[in-house]
């Protein structure tokens, strides 16, 4: 019989990868906690409604959302995104209140994207997505963008770039649409098929599309700037001068658009080389067209696999090194090892004790232990039974100390 594989597109966590993955989710949360967000858990699935109604046209939706109909015959989705099941839950379980603004709230988990798997690309994937429920003034847009420099910083990724454009508000993305489509009409022939289709339903996507925004006569295209007022403007103006005070790596890039459809206002992405580490922006409109009242609302999402990805060897190095001391104990007899499942529970409140299953000579505990990847070796045999002491083997530098049983139990000595 064959031996089972993984579906295509998503990943097994185990061994240093796994470590990897828990320190960054952990640098992560524990940064959104310092900035005041607290934590909610949304559904896998959801209605394929919540995400086709705030993304029609978005490829997430139109190409890559894994939707099928249940036994009653709903049509749901796993989620490709984190954005609009956060804001469903607020709506349905009236988060809404006065009192509460702005809602703060982070979450961590899976998301679900039907596209061709390639490097840094899974169709199941684990995002972090923080959202800012009921304000969206300069000061909050401030904070939350240095809580996206805060992780970058935290996880010492270097090389990153924060890139910033202000869509205004849905009535200037209308006419930055209607002007880009009068402009790139005159081109349709040089855009591929895709673009084409785009030109009539999003023609931002084209904009930030691999192969066509590249194209000589997209940098004559008309630009967002063209149609912001005075404010707005103003705002940029403040924005990149904050950024600057904070010492934060930005470039203001007009033709940035996300290739999601409920943004406006200000979007960005935090990027190294061509790798989109962390990005979002503010999405005004989303909260009502999910059945809540007209709310101000930002957020971003930060790809799990990406920023390990970007961990450098140096970094890596770190955090297996900082890995807490892993301890494995033999017994030389059948009464030792009988003790040592006595004595473990006592000491695994300060040490992660493993215990070897079957007695076993020294040499080969040893061997087990450096096989295994533990550190240190326990040893009772027949004298330690009679004095009660343990003694631990430091396998790296090939030091030993002996301690009592009372010793090791009520202190950290590793």
Request: hydrophobic share 40%; proline share 4%.
């Amino acid at each position: 019989m064959s031996v089972l594989q993984k579906p295509r597109g998503v990943k097994d966590w185990y061994g240093e990868e796994l470590i990897y993955f828990n320190w960054t989710v952990h640098q992560i949360t524990n940064l959104a906690w310092k900035w005041g967000f607290s934590e909610v858990k949304t559904p896998l699935l959801e209605y394929a409604e919540a995400f086709k109604r705030t993304n029609a046209n978005a490829d997430i939706v139109k190409k890559e959302l894994y939707e099928f109909h249940d036994k009653s015959n709903r049509l749901l989705a796993l989620r490709p995104e984190a954005t609009a099941g956060i804001v469903r839950l607020v709506c349905e379980n009236k988060l809404l209140q006065p009192q509460n603004y702005p809602l703060r709230l982070f979450t961590i988990g899976t998301m679900y994207r039907y596209e061709r798997p390639q490097s840094n690309r899974y169709r199941e994937h684990y995002q972090f997505s923080c959202e800012v429920i009921g304000d969206t003034n300069p000061t909050v847009l401030l904070d939350t963008l240095l809580l996206g420099h805060a992780i970058i910083q935290q996880l010492g990724i270097e090389g990153v770039i924060l890139k910033l454009n202000n869509l205004g508000n849905s009535a200037t993305i209308q006419q930055w649409n209607q002007a880009l489509q009068a402009y790139l009409t005159q081109f349709k022939a040089q855009l591929t098929e895709l673009s084409q289709s785009r030109l009539s339903t999003n023609p931002l996507r084209i904009l930030d599309d691999k192969v066509d925004g590249q194209l000589p006569f997209i940098s004559d295209a008309p630009q967002i700037e063209q149609f912001l007022d005075a404010e707005q403007q103003a705002l940029n103006t403040w924005l990149q001068q904050q950024l600057t005070q904070q010492q934060v790596p930005f470039e203001w890039n007009p033709t940035l658009v996300r290739g999601l459809d409920y943004y406006t206002g200000v979007v960005f992405e935090f990027v190294k080389d061509d790798t989109t580490v962390l990005a979002g922006g503010v999405y005004d409109n989303l909260v009502e067209e999910l059945g809540g009242t007209p709310t101000k609302a930002l957020g971003f999402a930060c790809g799990i696999e990406r920023s390990i990805n970007c961990l450098s060897a140096v970094k890596k190095q770190a955090i297996l090194a900082n890995q807490p001391p892993r301890l494995l104990v033999i017994g030389l007899t059948e009464a030792a090892l009988e003790k040592l499942l006595q004595l473990s529970l006592g000491w695994r409140a300060y040490h992660p004790v493993t215990i070897y299953p079957k007695v076993i000579r020294i040499i080969n505990g040893i061997r087990a232990a450096q096989r295994l990847g533990y550190r240190f070796l326990g040893v009772i045999g027949g004298n330690n039974l009679e004095q009660q002491t343990i003694t631990v083997k430091d396998l790296a530098t090939e030091q030993q100390t002996t301690y009592t049983w009372d010793e090791f139990r009520q202190r950290q000595v590793l």
